[in-house]
């Protein structure tokens, strides 16, 4: 039998394979082990794990080089990207703004 991996979103250790994903038995989170990095993952605000896709907001103004304005709070930005070698560690979107990086421990998991 194979080890058992630990829940990414709850941290329980009382998880079971099914199909192809990985199932927590206390939380009933699902996540496919294939995905998850070596010991690195970025977390949200609040320590939710963020993935590719997700859809955050922004949770304080954040100032913009160049911008009039900055990104107020309460932003809704989708469809995130990951980028775990960078200290501000996600890509995004953000209308009015363009492309830009932002930090994870400025945003929340919608």
């Known amino acids: 039998m194979s080890e058992n991996i630990p829940c990414t979103q709850c941290g329980s250790e009382f998880t079971y394979p099914q199909d192809n994903l990985i199932i927590c038995s206390q939380c009933f989170y699902e996540f496919d082990p294939n995905e998850i990095q070596k010991g690195e ?32 709070s309460g932003t ?20 009015g703004f363009g492309s830009m990086a932002l930090k994870s421990e400025f945003v929340r998991k919608a």
């Open 41 to 72: 993952q970025i977390v949200d605000s609040n320590g939710n794990v963020l993935q590719n896709g997700d859809t955050v907001i922004v949770i304080k103004d954040l100032p913009v080089k160049g911008a009039p304005k900055p990104v107020k």
């Open 76 to 95: 809704k930005v989708k469809n995130i990207r990951l980028n775990p070698d960078s200290d501000h560690n996600i890509d995004c979107k953000i209308d």
